[in-house]
């Protein structure tokens, strides 16, 4: 595990992409292992799971919520959510937005669009994107701050149909930078990549990767 972390990390670093470290269904021992080699950004994708680990932990550690997130357990992650990046509609934004408010707090969001084939991938389309970005209820929120765009690729052997969903995604990612955020710096991450695709996901542009079985070994689910 340690060598193939460090690996990873030596590869993503020349590349100036953040690694996220996806720790979900493994023990706090092993994510402090990582935690002592220097690691701070840390993935889960269940809230309960998320808060249980984020205690027993340091609080300099930087949690990423990347699974799907239901309205009404926002307020468990809002007081110390690093970065939620699985937003995939308006209602869940304002929910984010009511609840970091709450704490005083500004909440990096990443809007998490559908891109591969399978259906039961959650996500939005460009045009729900285009239609949440013009919203006025959206423009009014002052404690998200959108980040940027993720995106799963389908799960398949087929590299091309992977690398060009990747390469959507980076061109949906530019149209939407000039076209709402030309003027705010805050707009410049791509998610996407994980343990079998995050070498396309970094030549096709990708700032974030987020792996998990790579780093912690097979998870038995
Ligand atoms: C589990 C998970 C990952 C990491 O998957 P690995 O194949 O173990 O690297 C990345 N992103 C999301 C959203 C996940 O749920």
């Not at 398949?156 to 690398?163: G, M, P, S, V």
């Given at each position: 595990m340690q060598d193939k972390y460090s690996e990873i990390h030596r590869f993503l670093q020349n590349a100036h992409v953040r690694l996220v470290a996806v720790s979900k269904t493994k023990p706090v021992e092993s994510i402090r292992q990582l935690y002592d080699k220097g690691q701070r950004d840390f993935g889960e994708n269940k809230v309960q799971e998320l808060t249980e680990k984020a205690a027993q932990l340091p609080a300099d550690m930087q949690w990423h919520m990347i699974g799907h997130?239901?309205?009404?357990?926002?307020?468990?992650?809002?007081?110390f959510i690093h970065m939620i990046h699985s937003v995939d509609?308006?209602?869940?934004?304002?929910?984010?937005?009511?609840?970091?408010?709450?704490?005083?707090?500004?909440?990096?969001?990443?809007?998490?669009m559908h891109i591969a084939k399978e259906e039961t991938k959650f996500g939005m389309n460009a045009a729900e994107l285009f239609a949440l970005l013009q919203d006025d209820n959206y423009?009014?929120?002052?404690?998200?701050?959108?980040?940027?765009?993720?995106?799963m690729a389908?799960?398949?052997?087929?590299?091309?149909?992977?690398?060009?969903?990747?390469?959507?995604?980076h061109q949906l990612f530019k149209t939407v930078q000039s076209?709402?955020?030309?003027?705010?710096?805050?707009?410049k991450e791509i998610s996407m990549g994980m343990s079998s695709d995050y070498i396309i996901a970094v030549e096709e542009g990708a700032?974030?990767?987020?792996?998990?079985?790579?780093?912690?070994?097979?998870?038995?689910?």
């Open positions: 997130l239901q309205k009404n357990k926002v307020k468990y992650i809002a007081p509609s308006m209602a869940l934004l304002a929910e984010i937005n009511k609840q970091a408010m709450k704490h005083k707090r500004i909440i990096s969001c990443l809007l998490q423009k009014a929120m002052q404690n998200i701050q959108v980040a940027g765009l993720m995106g389908t799960l398949t052997d087929n590299l091309e149909t992977i690398r060009s969903e990747f390469r959507g995604l076209t709402y955020f030309a003027d705010k710096p805050q707009f700032t974030i990767v987020r792996i998990g079985s790579l780093i912690f070994g097979e998870r038995n689910v």
